[in-house]
């Protein structure tokens, strides 16, 4: 498949997901395919992607992915896309704050025959739990001691 080709199917798995057409996800994604995160959470196979996708739906039943931008090399797309909704029922044990999420993603995917096999999705889940009022503003990426007192953050 070309470049265009798998960018197509992004497209595809978004409409997919903004329809809450869940069922449909077989048209895009291998059956064995792999979900994953910079968090930790890996889930394969289409079914248990599937239903991470209906729980968010029970917990932002007005969840929407708009693409921001993607680009492609072989059988690798990269996109950056923007998740919001409102969180209007129980979400990870968190019960509905009726508060909405907006937030970036970027996501590496892979294709293998036109279906996504391998999808590595990364985003800042500190900003989307304190956007559900889940953690409370002060805390700190790093917890209490970051940065340590008196220290300088830079890029090497």
């Known amino acids: 498949m070309t470049v265009e080709e798998n ?25 064995d395919v792999i979900y994953r995160t910079a968090s930790g959470i890996e889930l394969r196979g289409l079914e248990a992607y599937r239903d991470v996708m209906r729980q968010l739906h029970e917990g932002f039943p007005d969840f929407e992915y708009s693409l921001e931008d993607m680009v492609g090399e072989g059988n690798r797309i990269h996109c950056t896309y923007r998740y919001t909704g409102t969180h209007q029922g129980e979400f990870m044990g968190i019960q509905a704050s009726d508060k909405k999420a907006d937030y970036l993603v970027a996501s590496a995917c892979q294709f293998e025959e036109g279906k996504l096999v391998d999808e590595l999705d990364f985003y800042d889940g500190l900003t989307f739990m304190r956007q559900l009022g889940a953690v409370d503003e002060e805390v700190k990426p790093g917890g209490e001691q970051w940065p340590a007192d008196g220290a300088t953050l830079r890029a090497q």
């Open 7 to 31: 960018k197509e199917a992004i497209r595809r798995l978004f409409n997919i997901f903004n329809a809450h057409d869940f069922s449909r996800m077989d048209e895009v994604c291998d059956e």
